[in-house]
């Protein structure tokens, strides 16, 4: 079965689906395809995550991570108040609870400030004050963080772009891509197509992609499962806002947070710890192909021993419910090992490079026909929009 489109988009998560909505948006003439390989949109990263929208704290000032989650806090808000989406702008507080934390914490304000994000140190007594029920010796407080429920935003996103003509390949997968001089052909499990140009979003697979229409990527995707609890046994009014703690520097990811879900209750996490299958949500999930390419792979043993301390603590974490609590008593004491009820697990794609390098930034492969986002790290969620307007620059559809 052979068919033709402008456009052909692999991946429906939350960047593919923004992008096939912003290429409809730019030109409305285009024929845009979707292929996603789940029975659904939003399986992985974008419906398995805190649900919180990044004001943009964290990131290196001018990298793309900092534009992107600027302009996608703003642009996240707008899309569900046009659309009567749950939006929640609930505020941050990033708690320093040692001297050393609170060095830390006038570095982070400082790096905020540098990316014009609005924020401000509050000192024990104003901490004390807002959230009751946790202990720190200081706090960066970040007024416009929020929380939302990214799996509605991209099922609104879906509908608007299939109401428009757009069409969606659920339960299909991308074999094989040949890029020639005038078109690209892609051959899924179902049919060929014929394409003028293509768009990789495949997020936990973005690099077999990139491999199967004959390009060395140059990366691999490291699959690190976060682990979440559901709080039990706590009141309605624990906290307010979402509960940080200082980043580690020894860690490369953001550390166990409490955070108020828009459903209602609170659940504390994610760890980071490897995952023995790329949609590994479950420890017993194991897929032994993608574990031997994992631990084949030259940059997973450097970047192993450049983040062995981390690596072990997370591990420890993950297998001690009790290691796992002591990092949320930190900041809050009052929450018990009985509080820790269950709640589903997310899988993080994290790309690293050939020397071991975790690579921090958004990634893009482009070739003629093609553009692959290799990386769409965290914030992507947030900054789905603004990502969508770049790639669309980039791709060049005129």
């Not at 996603?36 to 990263?45: A, R, V």
């Not at 046009?82 to 914490?105: C, F, M, Q, S, W």
Request: with cysteine; proline share 4%; net charge positive.
């Amino acid at each position: 079965m052979k068919e033709t489109s402008d456009i052909l988009i692999v991946g429906a998560g939350i960047v593919g689906i923004a992008t096939a909505l912003e290429l409809q948006k730019t030109n409305s003439a285009l024929t845009i395809t979707v292929i996603e390989k789940e029975k659904y949109s939003s399986c992985h990263q974008s419906g398995n995550n805190s649900g919180v929208v990044h004001a943009g704290i964290y990131y290196e000032p001018e990298s793309l991570k900092a534009k992107f989650c600027s302009q996608g806090l703003k642009a996240t808000e707008k899309f569900c108040k046009e659309h009567n989406l749950p939006y929640n702008k609930v505020g941050k507080l990033i708690v320093a609870t040692n001297e050393d934390e609170v060095l830390r914490l006038k570095k982070l304000e400082e790096r905020a400030k540098a990316n014009g994000i609005v924020v401000e140190i509050i000192n024990k007594a104003e901490l004390r004050k807002l959230e009751p029920n946790i202990n720190g010796l200081q706090a960066l407080y970040s007024p416009n963080t929020a929380i939302t429920d990214y799996k509605q935003i991209v099922f609104k996103m879906e509908e608007i772009f299939k109401s428009n003509g757009g069409v969606i390949y659920y339960e299909e997968k991308v074999i094989s891509g040949k890029e020639n001089d005038n078109c690209v052909v892609v051959k899924t499990n179902k049919r060929t197509i014929e394409c003028s140009k293509v768009i990789n979003c495949a997020g936990l697979h973005s690099d077999k992609i990139v491999e199967s229409f004959g390009c060395n990527p140059n990366y691999k995707i490291i699959p690190f499962r976060g682990e979440f609890f559901r709080l039990n046994n706590q009141p309605n009014d624990l906290v307010k806002h979402l509960i940080y703690p200082v980043p580690n520097p020894e860690r490369p990811f953001l550390g166990v947070h409490l955070t108020p879900k828009i459903q209602g209750g609170f659940t504390v996490g994610p760890n980071a710890v490897l995952a023995f299958k790329r949609e590994g949500y479950k420890l017993t999930n194991f897929n032994f192909k993608e574990f031997i390419d994992t631990i084949f792979y030259k940059g997973f043993w450097i970047m192993l021993w450049n983040n062995k301390k981390s690596a072990v603590s997370e591990l420890i974490d993950s297998i001690s419910k009790l290691a796992y609590l002591k990092r949320v008593n930190k900041y809050c004491s009052q929450i018990k090992l009985n509080d820790l009820g269950h709640y589903p697990a997310g899988v993080r794609a994290q790309a690293v490079s050939l020397n071991g390098k975790i690579i921090d930034d958004f990634l893009f492969i482009e070739t003629k026909r093609c553009l692959h986002i290799g990386n769409a790290p965290s914030p992507a969620a947030t900054s789905s929009i603004p990502i969508a307007k770049y790639i669309v620059n980039k791709i060049n559809i005129n």
